[in-house]
């Protein structure tokens, strides 16, 4: 049966969460693969009386709203023990997750985020080399992964062993913690710290990969959830100004422990324009009405920080880039219905550069190439309750076969609100 990864085409934010909702209806397991807190999928499900709850969820995969779905933690992680209880806290809440429900796997190599990753992470942002993170400790954790001074959340077995690799790490951390201004913390201090919350983790630790590739053979369908961006993966994204980790569908098979021919399609989610948040340059940028009229709009704020994204055209030479670096099969347009009214909409189509005009996104020119637009009329009409392609008005239909013919993708999806049921399917991404 099909493994399908799903993957951000921009910079984030795309919707990735909604999709995965949405498609883990017909999946079995839902595999995050890489990234941490800093990502913040907002699900929008009907409730009992007619309405919609939101949920986002910043750990834990998009398919737990599914009752018979396994959700994996992958090895690629990097969790945050504390964010993570906090997050299951909100989930027992709200009905969607029961203390001891085997439904939700923590892989044991994954990597924890420990508070010194966090002082760290914070006292980065306050100087003149800040990049814009979340502040939530995930460069520094993956900083001690790369530089072997990690520490498993398998350790959480053993607390008494977890210590002494704590010890190890804040030994090379001290003197830059020192150097900025404040006190590392201890080792002691550090499990301390972590301690409420271990035995519940525990119950959930196994061997991630081992629960992905049983249920490989055993015949599953497989989604495997990425976080973040194409183009703020650490390989292939803006660099400096990207996560890191492999944001980008090669994550998928080293974040969750399997190989590339357990997977079948790559989808990329793109927005019907494009956003930003945090630092690193933006050519399609607007710093203009129209630009705070897609923010309020879309509702362009983000969901673990709060931060107004920046908001700009859609960029068609960052899609291809995007299908060429992850291999996309297929693509899904979100917020499609965030366009309606604008009087025309433009599409940026190539790249003024230092050395010519080029098709392909100059990702290492982009602070001083210059975007080449060509312009589309905007449509009226609400798209809302469309639910095929021949529902939606003339011009927006246009604008995503645009998409289409542009990036040499075929549409799987269009997402037409923020709702499960505002979706037009167009291909099962199943067969």
């Known amino acids: 049966m099909p493994g399908v990864t799903i993957v951000g085409a921009q910079w984030g934010d795309e919707g990735k969460g909604k999709i995965v909702d949405l498609l883990t209806e017909g999946a079995d397991l839902v595999v995050r693969y890489a990234g941490g807190p800093n990502a913040g999928h907002t699900l929008v499900i009907p409730n009992k009386t007619g309405g919609h709850d939101k949920i986002v969820v910043r750990l834990v995969p998009s398919g737990i709203l599914w009752p018979e779905t396994v959700c994996v933690l992958g090895n690629g992680m990097v969790v945050d023990p504390l964010a ?47 990049v814009g993170t979340t502040k939530r400790g995930i460069g520094p954790a993956y900083e001690d992964k790369a530089r072997r001074n990690g520490v498993h959340l398998g350790a959480l077995r053993d607390l008494a062993r977890m210590e002494r690799h704590v010890a190890r ?20 201090d550090v499990v301390a710290a972590i301690r409420p919350v271990v035995d519940r983790l525990v119950n959930l630790l196994d061997d991630g990969s081992r629960v992905v590739d049983d249920g490989i053979r055993g015949g599953k369908k497989v989604i495997f959830e990425g976080a973040q961006g194409t183009l703020l993966d650490v390989d292939h994204g803006t660099y400096p100004y990207v996560t890191s980790s492999s944001a980008t569908s090669g ?13 079948s399609r790559v989808v990329g989610i793109t927005k019907a324009y494009l956003t930003r948040v945090g630092g690193g ?23 673990v920080t709060g931060r107004p994204r920046r908001c700009g055209w859609i960029d068609l030479p960052a899609l291809r880039y995007a299908r060429r670096v992850n291999g996309l099969t297929d693509l899904i347009v979100t917020k499609l219905d965030v366009l309606t009214g604008l009087p025309h909409i433009d599409v ?38 469309a639910r095929s392609l021949g529902e939606l008005p003339e011009k927006a239909r246009a604008y995503i076969e ?6 040499e993708v075929p549409i799987a999806m269009v997402s037409v609100g923020p709702q499960r049921e505002a979706t037009i399917p167009v291909r099962n991404l199943f067969a």
């Open 84 to 130: 993570l209880s906090k997050e299951l806290d909100e989930l027992v809440g709200k009905g969607v997750w029961t203390e001891g429900d085997k439904r939700l796997v923590l892989s044991d190599r994954a990597h924890m985020i420990l508070p010194y990753h966090l002082l760290v992470d914070g006292l980065r942002e306050k100087g003149q080399f800040a």
């Open 402 to 407: 645009r998409i289409a013919r542009e990036v």
């Open 169 to 188: 790490a804040l030994d090379a951390w001290a003197p830059t913690i020192r150097a900025m201004g404040e006190t590392p913390p201890t080792p002691a």
């Open 251 to 263: 994550g998928a098979c080293t974040g969750a422990g399997v190989g590339p021919t357990a997977i």
């Open 348 to 385: 940026c189509v190539a790249y003024d550069t230092p050395h010519g005009r080029v098709r392909d996104l100059p990702i290492n020119d982009l602070d001083v190439a210059k975007p080449v637009y060509e312009r589309m009329p905007g449509w009226t009409e609400r798209v809302e309750t």
């Open 281 to 303: 340059p933006f050519p399609t940028e607007l710093n203009d009405e129209t630009g705070e009229t897609l923010r309020r709009n879309g509702g362009e704020f983000g969901a």
